[in-house]
């Protein structure tokens, strides 16, 4: 069942650069729980895909099985959207973007979907460097199935019914430095001012980005003992940096502190403005990146914002050495391999 | 005595893998062909790399029949280990050619088979020096110890040999002398040609002698398949071995030197077929192909595909099964499993070829037809088929056929004030639906593809009315496919027996076969070739103009029979199972030898004669 | 004007689900059960956690019938989305309960239903202040109405709140005075009780009222089962829960606090079949359950399981397919699937509960069967089974049962010098061969468990002879299975019609009813329920007896059918399918008509009655 | 096919203390090809049981599919072996160990057979710290389906046909490390003086001991420009410290450099000795090795010996608090929840 939003649009909103009011960004009625991480995540992926002048139907929607995988029906109603099988959102998303280089993939997908099931096709993903945006809707537990707690339930993280997870969690942020992912950030759902830049940039960075979005789940994770839930969020998140998106073409009109910050400039021209750096990290360097995180978690803190960036990213097509026009408009003039070379290969074979 | 015949014989190769034999053998199977005689080379190898038996086993016919034949003529030994197994495998009244560079032992001889022992690694170490070479060449000795035993033309392989180090001269005439050694040595020692020979003929037209595997890629690559992604396994490996090598000969910009195309290597085959249905949701030709248990961990998304309707090509090289089974023996054992395929009710589009020809043609139709039904569509191969050279029509394809892309929206149909789209809509009345590529249009087209249950907006949907709708409408789909499938292939005109064959795929060569023995023992049994699936009304009506029909297939449990029986309702008392499942190729002597039985004891020989 | 009936009614209540109705609607279901009536209640909701419209139907009828019914009597319509169809779902003559807070708007009128208006939202705000506490006492104030309207006795109610608080007393009186705030009001306002109402019966005798995965769960308990490893899916996961807080409560070594099972939550259906496999193999009962997506996923471990010969139980609670399709709603979707799961030749044994009581006997049969088979064994249950409360007879135990642990050797039996022990051989001629368990015994009794091709030694071959024998074994054990599967039911001492109608799980409740229905127009209809697979003598035999069987399942493509058509060599014609595939459970209704459709069409009528 | 040894013994031949000469512990013969690194991690293996007095019946063999995965029967034929699926003997080891924790359970799988279709049971055996010693032998490539690369190929690394992979190499070492494995080693197929004293100490560690064994096919995967080939590795192997493992009651005998070495003792009372430690490592510190083996990469070294090691660590049995008799001793007597509890829980459906 879905609900469809009146569309009446007040002429008055604001259009974007492509023509766009932010509510064309929009999607049908969300279904999930009030209060639920996931639908603030939707929003500021509105806000996002608004800001940064992106036509909605340029953009494909992925996801797996949840309720966070339910999202991409309650953002962008323009863009087309495949809501794969559990934990095979990447593959997916794979062949989509073999099929055609020149639409921005974003894959939205539970921590169930890909910290369990969907381990393997996240590690080979990230492995490939696929150009896509991979917002993982972090809730340690399992919503849709009623609360089960995932594999990146917290040690110790206490769940609804009392039991203690007794199971170390897996930080696919680490996971994702360890593979070698060439945009790796962490945020939160109720942090939407850092985490609407986040979004802008992870679509514009050419490769794969990943963005740990905690993300509690009112029903099931968001009571006392929970590590996952709103108030141990808001109580432990440590920003590596103040953080900042400005496409190409923008004016940049960002100031920072002198010394502390860092600006990346990526290949399409945008550039990425970091503020007040914690000590000892660089952004672009992954095991300063690595070793911030731990030391963060030595002392309980989840350390939020752009953790690393590679500027020299290579995406897969680039290492698959594709021609530049998509796959999917190649015709019979392109792959007829040409007149007589059929009687050539049968002559091979005599 | 041995018998004497010409042309009409089968020669077996025991060599031990990895000793570079497979090469010396295909030498020999392509220079029959060359001298214009009908041959059917078949490997026997084993699931391992190095140091274990494996048999090279050519059939050389002038009738044209390419079925494996029961009984060896020749046997060419130089496995120590199989050794015993080898000699008693002979008939009797063969010939048994070994490495003489060590004593047979006594207990070897055979007094019904002529023992020819040629001392090849001997002979190989006098004029070669380094170890691999004295390995490599003691075959080259041996194949031209055959080529004097039974009559092969010299000239002709000479020529193969050439070509084969076109690029490395200087191996040529090491390789001639080997040749020459090993043939001098037989018509020096042994009363050349033996009883079975062969001799020059001009049986071969303008056919090909290539691997159904080869063919396929050739297919898929014409049919314009551009994007690939699999996962090795043993049979169909190679077909993506040889899309990647066509497609860096043939579908390469030329101006940059980029390809028009993108393999990958998938992390297993779940994400292989995820990635398929990825690259044909957004409208690039994607395939893969796999086997056995690819099969089996590809059913939630084999189901997905079916439910969302997202088209989706996979080829599956059958190997001997359950479980890992048989990897490296062929079968028809996935034919029930990959028809109804994933849970809940589902049907798949199936294709069998028979031929590399048909391995051809069904991989370039295979893209057509699982974009025009948005649907899964298997191509049935197997490793008889798919991993051995077979001699085939040369491939074909007309330079002015389109790909079928199905029912895709463009643009501009949607600036069509008229049209009224939904996805899942039934416009045309035939199941099929309208379906967008993403981009097409700023603000019309766009979708949500789930495998959740959805109304015609494609909208979900918990509603009994549009489930039922939806999957009857699927149903109806895959029916409408019957008519786009190929047909049965009837081996007559009309019906004139009680008695009919049916088969597919691979059992082809041995039931045609096994059909002229019967019809020139006078017994008339009517044939046809089942090629797709759903059936067309060719395959009832052949069914009903028969009292008994046999269904010819290489599994144990007669899974055709069982889709016939289950799709078309049909009496299984009519239907008779006649089955190989030891992993070997079905021989026809094996099909006459059951339906005999069969027969026999029903009394229906009478009958017929 | 509504006719008069007593314990003869359907109600529906129609609620958005996460607002706490399941516990008011509960009680209703259990206060019914109380007072002597069988009852079956069906919850349909959404897969969605809250916000969404869910329905809970209770058929209440003193006849004992349990099937879901078509036509609603009462239903009581709490929630504004689905106002327009709820309304309209409604029998002619039957009852609207809505909550008038807020006043109707004229268009959801009525003339042929009568319009029971209750201020259920402002009654509970009147008394409460707790914004949640409003919302969930409404539910009881509705309950307290429904009490009146249909004279359900508010004692039993009261009871049962009493026992659901026991823990927290303070919940009691609250929970009461809602109760009465309803069921006052609607004493006061309307003539009560209505036509259609409940009257104290005794017809429950000992039964239970219980939910099909709870009694599973349980069977595993008492089977003896110490392992379980799943992964969470609907309508499965409930059996997981189930048997953690049961084992939690028996399995606990009292002197050290210790557990005597291990749960773990797999990473995917593959891991958790996986570890099924590793547990049965080193001697523990270990089982799984899933539904759809997870049985696809299982496939390759399936064959392996067949092929190797490792016992594995696999629950497979059934839900709508194919792909994730419907989630939420039932099906008898797998039964092919399931009977020839992965690619090969395969073939498993399946039983096929139809009460909660067989739930749990089945639980412990089931793993009695993998033990004793070596083989997969898959319990059928589905949604309807497994999370719908059935009326059922208890459960029931002999405490002196032992486990079936098949043919397993021990080191004692090793000592034994004239024991020939090989892992495949078939000394008994069943096709069970005796395995041991890892650590038996230090030099003897070790073996390669593997999934490619092997001897009666365990050891790999690639002998096509081997292979042969070794399939032909594994299918004559799985006919063995045949006697030891549970046996059909019949429902007549001796067949006495041509007419036969055979179904099986969840069709049974409806099954039934539709007999009697048939046999009170006088037309006789015999009966068979069928319990597992292969399926044994009496099936076939029933089949024979009669000229037509109607095969009743809750599956598109007639799957037991194919299956009964396959296996026992049936002619189709015989076998006419009954189906109903839109994810509610079947109606009587429903089978009746099919059926008499099928009789007038084929003038069969006539010669029955 | 399957060889078997002649099987008679030398009497004379030494005998351990549980009664066993070594020619005990061996297999069928290997059918893998001469030369195959994995034939020699055999003969570790070999040597290691037979050294650390192992009754063979108590120990499983575990493996997926592979040349490597049929290494099982060729050492061991007194212990059950257990030849699983492509990529999933984690699961079925976890499975065979829920039922009888008191045997050793010795998974070995290839770098195909983990690194890819296998990454999700990797990564989740090793979550659970299920007690295990899992051997991957590593050689990059997919030696039984004739060569392709495997996902550990290293980025750069020249395949036989001479094509270069273009994409990042996995290193199950790091990623195990980032999991929070218990015992992380790497080794070399060649040099069996550091791998057998790794696998006694793996076989005796109660938790999760990983052991990447760089294993070059000799077939497919030894050519020039290959990073796992013989020559590459012995070139550029640099072992962390000399390494030794002492079981319980026997008698110490190690001597080691003052000051750079460091001995662990195992919960059983067995003791791992290390000398002449890197510097800035130590080995009980997950992230000091994870920082030892990013800088080797930088300098081009394969660092090998024992990397990391929990002592404190707790293996799945523990965490799920199951009963010291193992499951599958369980019978009726202890299984029978008891006379009339039925009862009981039938009138709580009433
Ligand atoms: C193969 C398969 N197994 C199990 C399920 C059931 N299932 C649906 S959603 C889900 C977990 C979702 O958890 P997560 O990805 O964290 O999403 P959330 O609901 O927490 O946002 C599961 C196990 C399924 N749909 N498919
Ligand atoms: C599901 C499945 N897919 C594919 C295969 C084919 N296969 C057999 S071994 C293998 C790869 C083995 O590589 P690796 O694990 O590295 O072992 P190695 O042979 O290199 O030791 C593959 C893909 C299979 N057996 N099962
Ligand atoms: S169950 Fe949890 S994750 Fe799902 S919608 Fe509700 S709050 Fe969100
Ligand atoms: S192919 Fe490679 S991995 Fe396999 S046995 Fe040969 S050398 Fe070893
Ligand atoms: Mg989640
Ligand atoms: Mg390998």
Known sequence: MSFHKPTFAHPELPINKVGYRKKDYEGVISTLCAGCGHDSISASIVQACYEIDLEPHKLAKMSGIGCSSKTPAYFLSNSHGFNSVHGRMPSVTTGANLANKDLTYLGVSGDGDSASIGMGQFVHVARRNLNMTYILMNNGCYGLTKGQDSATADLGSISKSGSENPFQGIDLVGLALELGASFVARSFSGDKSQLVPLIKAALAHPGFAFIDVISPCVTFNNNKGSTKSYDYVRQHIEATSEFDFVPKEQPIKVEYSEGTGKSVTLFDGSTIYLDKLSNNWDPTDRYSAINRIQEGKKKGEIVTGLLYINPESQELHKLLNTVDTPLNKLTEKDLYPGDGILDRINDTFR | ?609
């Open chain 2, 1 to 609: 005595m041995p018998s004497s015949r010409i042309n009409d014989l089968v020669i077996r190769f025991a060599n031990v893998n990895g000793t570079g034999s497979a090469s010396a053998n295909g030498l020999f199977a392509k220079a029959i062909f060359r001298m214009g005689i009908p041959v059917s080379p078949k490997n026997i190898f084993p699931s391992n790399i190095q140091g274990l038996p494996t048999w090279y086993e050519v059939r050389v016919n002038e009738k044209g029949y390419l079925a494996r034949k029961d009984g060896i003529d020749v046997l060419v030994g130089v496995n120590p280990q199989t050794l015993r197994r080898d000699i008693d495998s002979i008939s009797s009244g063969g010939y048994f050619v070994y490495d003489s560079s060590k004593k047979l032992h006594e207990e070897y001889y055979r007094d019904d088979v002529t023992m020819l022992g040629i001392p090849m690694m001997k002979i190989s170490m006098d004029h070669y020096e380094v170890p691999r070479h004295q390995q490599l060449f003691k075959n080259i000795i041996y194949l031209g110890a055959i080529a004097a035993l039974l009559d092969v033309e010299l000239e002709v392989i000479k020529e193969l040999i050439a070509e084969q180090f076109a690029t490395k001269e200087k191996l040529i005439p090491p390789n001639y002398k080997a040749l020459d050694l090993g043939y001098e040595y037989a018509q020096n020692s042994f009363e050349c040609p033996l009883k079975v020979r062969v001799e020059r003929r001009d049986l071969i037209g303008d056919k090909i002698l290539i691997e159904g595997n080869e063919a396929t890629a050739l297919g898929t690559i014409y049919g314009g398949a551009t994007v690939l992604t699999w996962y090795p396994i043993t049979p169909s490996t190679s077909i993506a071995k040889a899309f990647e090598s066509y497609a860096k000969k043939f579908r390469i910009d030329s101006a940059t030197g980029k390809n028009k195309f993108a393999i990958v290597q998938a992390e297993d085959e779940l994400a292989a077929i995820g990635m398929v249905l990825g690259g044909t949701w957004n409208g690039a030709r994607s395939f893969t192909a796999t086997s056995g248990a690819g099969i089996s961990l590809m059913n939630e998304f084999i189901g997905y595909a079916y439910y969302a309707e997202v088209p989706c090509f996979l080829i599956n090289v059958q190997r001997g099964g359950p479980s890992t089974g048989m990897p490296t023996r062929t079968q028809q054992g996935d034919v029930l499993f990959c028809a109804y395929a994933s849970h809940g009710d589902t049907r798949h589009i199936l294709l069998f070829p028979s031929t590399p020809t048909e391995c051809f043609e069904m991989g370039a139709l295979g893209l057509d037809l699982a974009d025009r039904f948005q649907t899964v569509v298997f191509m049935m191969s197997d490793l008889d088929l798919g991993m051995n050279e077979h001699l085939t029509e040369p491939l074909h394809w007309d330079k002015n056929r389109k790909y079928d892309r199905g029912k895709v929206l463009s643009a501009k149909d949607f600036e069509d004030p008229d049209l009224e789209w939904a996805r899942y809509l039934d416009v045309d009345g035939d199941g099929i639906t309208y379906r967008t590529i993403p981009a097409t249009h700023p603000t019309k087209g766009s979708y949500f593809t789930r495998g959740s249950s959805h109304n015609e907006y494609a909208r979900y949907s918990e509603s009994g009315e549009d489930y039922v709708r939806l999957v009857d409408r699927i149903a109806r789909k895959i029916d409408t496919a019957k008519k786009h499938v190929p047909g049965a292939e009837l081996y007559q005109k009309i019906s004139s027996s009680p008695l009919g064959m049916i088969f597919y795929g691979t059992t082809t060569y041995a039931a045609i076969e096994a059909m002229d023995i019967f019809e020139s023992n006078g017994i008339a049994i009517d044939s046809m070739r089942i090629r797709g699936f759903p059936f067309d009304e060719d395959v009832v009506k052949f069914i009903q103009e028969h009292e008994t029909v046999f269904v010819v297939e290489q599994n144990k449990d007669g899974q055709m029979r069982t889709l016939l029986i289950n799709e078309l309702e049909i009496n299984p008392a009519v239907l008779v199972p006649i089955l190989n499942y030891n992993g070997y190729p079905i021989s026809a002597y094996n099909i006459n030898t059951q339906i005999d039985q069969h027969l026999s004891i029903n009394n229906l020989m009478k009958e017929v004669l």
